[in-house]
């Protein structure tokens, strides 16, 4: 980028002990814009001090108030402004992801070029999809068709003027808080767009059963907690998604359990439903493509992933009923 390009842009990157992947993630930030700050959510494994010592801006969260990404990018991008008012964009990046060569011009080009626009992204890939079938799905669900979005994930270049209208992230939303601002920014008639064009690499590093399901739990947490906010709405955000979950994940298993004594185990029959659901994915994810493995990879998780789901749904309306502080969610050990 030419000096003046690094100039107006700011990166903020977030993370939490993410190790070998922060460093990766800091390298190529510092390459990229003169100004980057790296907000740290209590790591113990010497990640602010490696961002100091690449001249990074750091930013240690207080250990008394609940961490989030959401409370993270705010303060992130508080200090960015802080150190350098005249930015005209603000590149979010989170410490397991890096960012790629040319990824910022072309950002701040289509922000110039669309004054419609307050967001954009673009492709982000898994980079080690070989590494575990985690991964593998991962890189699945990270690919999506370019165009107007209705939200992206929390890697994107924004308008400071834009962050600034609708109040940054809401740091009570643990998970799902970037499709929270989202929907925040498309009601202030902005648009988001995902470009045909590579942006980050991301590291998942998911080996374990568990790990995945811990992740799915999360978006289950965050389908109803955003569904909260917005499920009232015009567009009735993540209430589909959260019906899907109470039908297929506790509704249908339910039913078939609770009425085998009385059906003389015909109801265990409605567990064949789930065939019926996994071709259809099946079919769908073909349709875009897709070769037949990774499709019925797909496929198979995305059916089990109403039950984590589930449970993640579960634990926001028992925490609301409790009126128990919503606190981080982690699904990734230390690396």
Not at 146 to 151: D, F, Q, R, S, V
Request: glycine share 10%.
């Amino acid at each position: 980028m030419t000096p003046e390009s690094r100039d107006s842009v700011a990166i903020v990157a977030i993370g939490r002990n993410e190790g070998e992947r922060l460093k990766s993630c800091l390298r190529a930030a510092v390459g990229g814009a003169s100004s980057v700050v790296y907000v740290d959510s209590g790591s113990t494994d010497g990640s602010a001090s490696f961002a100091r010592s690449l001249g990074c801006d750091v930013v240690e969260l207080n250990p008394d108030l609940p961490y989030s990404a959401a409370r993270a990018r705010n303060d992130g991008f508080a200090r960015a402004m802080n150190i350098n008012p005249d930015a005209a964009f603000v590149q979010f990046v989170d410490g397991d992801c890096t960012l790629v060569d040319g990824w910022l011009e072309r950002g701040v080009a289509t922000l110039h070029d669309r004054p419609d626009a307050g967001v954009v992204c673009g492709h982000v890939r898994e980079m080690h999809p070989e590494a575990s079938v985690y991964n593998r799905l991962l890189d699945l669900e990270w690919r999506q068709k370019p165009g107007e979005l209705n939200a992206c994930g929390g890697i994107f270049m924004v308008r400071p003027a834009v962050f600034g209208a609708v109040g940054g992230f809401r740091r009570e939303v643990i998970a799902g808080e970037d499709n929270e601002f989202c929907v925040r920014v498309r009601q202030t008639g902005h648009k988001i767009l995902l470009l045909d064009t590579p942006m980050a690499w991301h590291d998942a590093a998911m080996r374990r059963f568990m790990e995945w399901w811990r992740r799915a739990r999360r978006t289950g947490h965050a389908y109803a907690q955003v569904a909260s906010m917005h499920g009232s709405g015009d567009e009735r955000y993540f209430v589909r998604e959260c019906r899907r979950i109470w039908i297929w994940g506790l509704g249908i298993p339910a039913a078939a359990l609770m009425l085998a004594p009385f059906t003389r185990g015909i109801s265990l029959m409605l567990f064949f439903l789930y065939g019926p659901q996994f071709g259809w994915i099946l079919r769908n994810a073909r349709k875009r493509g897709w070769p037949l493995g990774d499709a019925a990879v797909y496929a198979f998780f995305t059916v089990l992933t109403k039950f984590p789901a589930l449970e993640g749904m579960l634990a926001y309306y028992w925490r609301r009923w409790r009126g128990h502080e919503i606190t981080i969610m982690e699904h990734k050990e230390s690396r």
